[in-house]
């Protein structure tokens, strides 16, 4: 006998058929109302013909709203969890066009993953994208060399506009404050070095050697490479978090609007104090190395300051030591340039400020890599 139950807004009849099809007849409103109600109802009648034939007839269904729409499209899903096979029939032109445009995919949906990699005007739209972009780094940072360069000239033309103040601060922060990490990091090359050389010198009997090693060593090449790194880290993320805030709470903003050039405010100060902090505090790394140096000598190797000083005073050369400072003075000026123009490209937020102190540290050890290289290939062809 056919099942009929009465609703406020749709009425519900179930049959089956003699083939074993179970028959889902709907009529009246498929609206929120009867949804809440059917649902437990007719998913109780798709379970009891798992695995057969279910047919939905909905020629009765004058109207159906959106929550009937997501109502069938549950019931098929149930239907298909349970292995049922669901069709609907009847079906009258109002409901399928309202089916029809409530289960129109979203068109404005951004392909992801795999097929935005595979479609290739996105393809050559994240090129074109990122090579503008890379365009436009390149041309802010060669505005911010060409600005910088400008108000250095400026500044040693007009010795007035220079903050002298702020470059003396600047000069004990980061310099004479940097003394004691630069000379403990030093003093342990210097022993690792004497260390090292010591292993195989030892066997020859030219441990007398070890200091004019660690002499042409630091002197040369690791002192101001080093110290350059440390400052790097040390110096270089700060001017870059420290303009990056100044950015971010428009300070740089105020600066411009009172007339003031923030780059003959900022950077030439920062340049000045690095570049005479650099070769001192490189100077000071290498003594801390010759330090650590005759530490090893004299414990381990037993020989005397008196010949170990002998060492270094045959070993050190003025050539030498001009060309460790005036690498020492390249490096400032590529850690304050890169710095400074990273803090002036922060955008946003504390975290642009983080990202850029980062990227400070990473690019100014590169370019002191990349610089000592040159200048190793130069000297080499130079004699």
């Not at 609206?31 to 998913?43: F, G, Q, V, Y």
């Not at 739209?125 to 060399?145: C, H, K, P």
């Not at 903003?253 to 900022?266: E, H, I, K, N, Q």
Request: charged residues 15%; negative net charge; aromatic residues 6%.
């Amino acid at each position: 006998m056919p099942d009929e139950t009465a609703r406020e807004s749709v009425t519900v009849q179930t049959a089956e058929q003699a083939d074993g099809t179970a028959i889902i007849r709907l009529s009246g409103v498929l609206d929120i109302e009867a949804c809440s109600s059917l649902l437990s109802r007719l998913t109780a009648v798709i379970e009891r013909h798992k695995a057969g034939a279910v047919a939905l007839d909905l020629a009765d269904i004058v109207q159906v709203d959106d929550y009937g729409v997501f109502f069938l499209r549950e019931i098929k899903r149930i239907a298909v969890s349970n292995h049922a096979d669901l069709f609907m029939t009847n079906i009258p032109d109002a409901v399928r066009k309202s089916i029809e445009i409530f289960s129109r995919p979203e068109k404005t949906r951004q392909p992801t993953g795999s097929a935005h990699r595979l479609n290739p005007a996105l393809l050559v739209s994240d090129v074109g994208g990122t090579t503008l972009a890379g365009i436009n780094r390149v041309e802010a940072s060669l505005t911010f060399l060409g600005a910088a360069a400008i108000a250095v000239v400026s500044s040693l033309t007009r010795p007035r506009t220079i903050r002298l103040g702020d470059t003396i601060s600047l000069i004990q922060k980061n310099g004479v404050n940097g003394i004691p990490i630069t000379a403990l990091i030093s003093f342990i090359t210097g022993l690792i070095i004497a260390f090292v050389a010591s292993v195989k010198l030892e066997q020859f009997g030219g441990h007398i050697f070890i200091p004019s090693l660690i002499t042409f060593a630091m002197v040369a090449e690791i002192g101001p490479i080093m110290t350059a790194i440390i400052v790097a880290g040390r110096t270089g993320s700060a001017y870059a978090a420290e303009i990056g805030t100044m950015k971010i709470s428009e300070e740089i903003d105020a600066l411009t609007s009172m007339g003031f050039d923030p780059v003959l405010f900022l950077v030439v100060p920062r340049m000045i104090a690095l570049f005479l902090s650099l070769p001192i505090l490189a100077m000071f790394s290498v003594i801390a190395a010759l330090l650590g140096g005759l530490t090893v000598c004299v414990t381990l190797l037993n020989l005397m300051p008196g010949p170990y000083f002998q060492g270094v005073t045959d070993a050190l050369f003025l050539e030498d030591i001009v060309w460790g400072l005036s690498k020492s003075a390249v490096f400032a000026v590529l850690i304050t340039l890169i710095g400074c123009l990273r803090g002036f490209q922060v955008r946003g937020g504390a975290s642009a400020v983080g990202n850029a102190a980062t990227s400070a540290v990473v690019s100014g050890i590169f370019l002191i890599i990349f610089s000592d290289s040159i200048a190793a290939v130069i000297r080499i062809y130079w004699g």
